[in-house]
């Protein structure tokens, strides 16, 4: 957006060109120097933002690798402390899924917070500022449209959730049945029950195919909306 203003306010509008005090008034003149001037400004900022987005990309996976690691082992020393109770009532399957695949998706989902939370905040107080000082006229639009955004995430969240808890629970399955398979592959050969198992397995990974479709369909019904407000 700063980028933008110094381009638009420079070469079409110098009446009102927002940042002309950072400017001389001969630079400004002198179009060729001037378009210059901007354009080296322009790739500075563009390569010091993408510096900085490689350095918050390294900082931010070896942080995540980290929390994935304790938690990996947090967990392992909370199974180790079951009782047999607990052990009865929670299955191997759901013990590798949350170890493996639910200790992941948190992981990447810690890594984008540390990237986007930090700057998310910033550039929508920024763009609001921007907004107004602007265009007045239309800024009060971006105000009506972030409450909305904000009930359409939850309720988008409320819907989709149930979903995620499905594909989650179809994810056991299907690693039950890989695990039942491995353990009693000799029994499965002796009784010639591989055609039973290859279509129970096909059966197992179907159903997790048409759950994770569902979360991914919810997923990104939920970037559409919010390209509507962001983008209209």
């Not at 939850?154 to 398979?181: C, H, S, T, W, Y």
Request: net charge positive; aromatic share 6%.
């Amino acid at each position: 957006m700063l980028m933008s203003t110094i381009v638009d306010g420079g070469l079409y509008r110098e009446s009102t060109f927002m940042l002309q005090g950072l400017f001389s008034p001969e630079l400004i003149a002198n179009r060729n120097r001037f378009v210059l001037t901007v354009g080296a400004i322009m790739v500075g900022v563009a390569c010091l933002s993408m510096a900085m987005g490689v350095l918050a990309a390294r900082c931010s996976a070896i942080a995540t690798q980290g929390f994935a690691r304790n938690m990996r082992s947090t967990l392992l020393g909370k199974i180790e402390s079951f009782s047999f109770s607990n052990i009865d009532h929670i299955s191997t399957p759901q013990l590798i899924t949350r170890a493996t695949t639910d200790i992941n998706t948190l992981r990447d989902t810690m890594r984008q917070s540390l990237v986007t939370l930090y700057r998310a905040p910033v550039m929508v107080i920024l763009a609001t500022v921007m907004s107004f000082i602007v265009s007045p006229g239309l800024a009060p639009l971006l105000l009506i449209c972030i409450p909305l955004l904000v009930v359409l995430m939850v309720i988008l969240l409320k819907v989709g959730q149930p979903r995620f808890k499905r594909m989650l629970k179809m994810m056991d399955g299907m690693n039950q049945a890989v695990r039942e398979n491995l353990v009693a592959s000799r029994v499965v050969k002796a009784f010639v029950r591989g055609g039973y198992e290859s279509k129970r397995f096909d059966k197992t990974t179907d159903d997790l195919r048409q759950a994770q479709l569902g979360g991914t369909l919810q997923a990104e019904t939920l970037v559409d909306r919010l390209s509507l407000f962001i983008h209209p």
